[in-house]
């Protein structure tokens, strides 16, 4: 390795040995779930419940992409898209079962099955899963051309970016064990060059692919829509303010009933009108909110 003093080291003195060991949790949020290894470490099977699009999630900026899309596709009357949707509790391990991992060997929700066709169809990684259901109902994606195109890089463009978001920036800002100027740094760094794509491009474009709402909109809203008001506590360190174009946008996307009915599902942080738990039928956003299951004293009411 090239001249480094490892007095400039965190911690001290510290060098990479010449072979990684799983010796010490890492420390920080997530450092009892983090393992070098995939793989199942208990037998469950997963539920299933009566629709045909079963998923398998928790409220995070990649399990809402999926839900504001089967929002969207239920609310244009697509029968097909109605779904049950299971809360994972990854902090528990859930994401680890035996059922789980069957559907998703990456075990990170969001995690879905298509039971409406035979064989069915296992489905992991938001994106797919939004081109998934796109293509199978016809909707929020343009069937051939410069359109279609532009969704899907878009769609990409989430996908590859947002791990710098999450993974970086958020990591090294919100969840280390520590401080660390250089990472920080270098992740707030390319976030706010993210921050300035999207808004240049939204500067000269109603939604991400132009002049119609897409799954693109749909992947990009969760992850840099709560950049630009919540996520991380991070909006001042980032100057959010300073994107306009991209701050119009986000209030446009998040103004549609399909994106806030979808950003409730199976979420389990904020305030608990905010909040449902699980959803299996349309009647669960008025009905089964965690408020008002609270008031009933933990009554769910099953109208499956
Ligand atoms: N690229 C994946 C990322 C999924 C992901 O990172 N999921 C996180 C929650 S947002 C997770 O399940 N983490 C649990 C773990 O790492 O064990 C996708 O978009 O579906």
């Known amino acids: 390795m090239a001249d480094y003093d490892p007095a400039q080291s965190q911690p001290p003195g510290y060098m990479p ?25 208990h037998d469950a099977d997963l539920p299933v419940g ?6 398998y999630s928790l409220g995070t900026p990649n399990g809402v992409k999926v839900t504001i899309c089967l929002e969207e596709l239920v609310e244009l009357g697509h029968g097909g898209a109605e779904y ?14 035996s059922g789980f991992v069957a559907v998703n060997p990456n075990s990170k929700i969001p995690a879905m099955v298509d039971r409406g066709v035979t064989p069915q169809v296992r489905l992991f990684e938001s994106g797919s899963m939004l081109f998934y259901l796109a293509e199978k109902f016809g909707a929020f994606l343009p069937s051939s051309g410069r359109g279609r195109a532009e969704v899907m890089n878009w769609l990409m463009w989430q996908m590859g970016s947002a791990p710098y978001v999450g993974g970086g920036l958020g990591h090294f800002y919100a969840y280390a064990p520590f401080k660390m100027e250089y990472p920080i740094n270098r992740f707030a760094m390319e976030v706010k060059r993210q921050l300035h794509v999207l808004d240049s491009h939204l500067a000269n474009n109603q939604y991400m692919a132009g002049d119609d709402y897409s799954i693109a909109d749909m992947a990009i809203w969760p992850w840099y829509g709560g950049l630009m008001r919540e996520i991380y506590g991070v909006q001042k360190f980032l100057s959010v303010a300073e994107y306009r ?34 959803r299996h039928d349309a009647r669960d956003f008025t009905h089964n909110r965690a408020d008002m299951v609270e008031a009933r004293g933990g009554e769910w009411i099953d109208f499956a």
Request: charged letters at 20%; glycine letters at 12%.
């Open 17 to 41: 040995g010449e072979v990684w060991t799983w010796d010490a949790p890492s420390g920080g949020q997530f450092a009892n779930i983090n393992r070098p290894i995939s793989g199942a470490t």
């Open 50 to 55: 009566k629709h045909p699009i079963q998923l």
């Open 84 to 97: 049950d949707a299971w809360l994972i509790n990854i902090m528990g391990g859930d994401q680890f079962s």
């Open 245 to 278: 174009h991209l701050d119009r946008w986000v209030d446009q996307v998040g103004a549609r009933p399909a994106v806030q009915r979808g950003r409730m599902v199976n979420r389990r942080f904020g305030a608990p009108d905010s909040q449902l738990h699980e």
